[in-house]
């Protein structure tokens, strides 16, 4: 499978990351990016996932998202973040640069 947007289209970047995400971020001394990346490379139906990185800058956080090394208690830190597909693309409408 493809993963399209697994930066929620931008919500799971530093200003826009939610609490957990950041926490986990500065545990790891990487960015939240990378690891909103890294949860998503590690799901068994994650044959491609795209970053979404518009900037050089953008992009050299993304690609350390292969070496994030998030334990079980961050998964189950970060899993609380998950919402359903419906919640997903209602907020995602809702977003100014959509």
Do not use: C, F
């Not at 995400?21 to 001394?29: Q, S």
């Amino acid at each position: 499978m493809i993963v399209k947007e697994g930066m929620a289209n931008g919500r799971l970047a530093a200003e826009h990351a939610p609490e957990a995400l950041r926490t986990v971020a500065e545990e790891t001394d990487l960015g939240a990016d990378a690891v909103a990346l890294a949860v998503v490379l590690r799901q068994p139906w994650a044959g491609v996932v795209l970053s979404g990185a518009a900037t050089i800058p953008q992009l050299a956080s993304n690609l350390h998202a292969p070496a994030v090394d998030l334990t079980e208690a961050h998964m189950t830190r970060l899993a609380t973040l998950v919402e359903s597909p419906q919640a997903y693309w209602a907020r995602r409408g809702e977003l100014p640069w959509h």
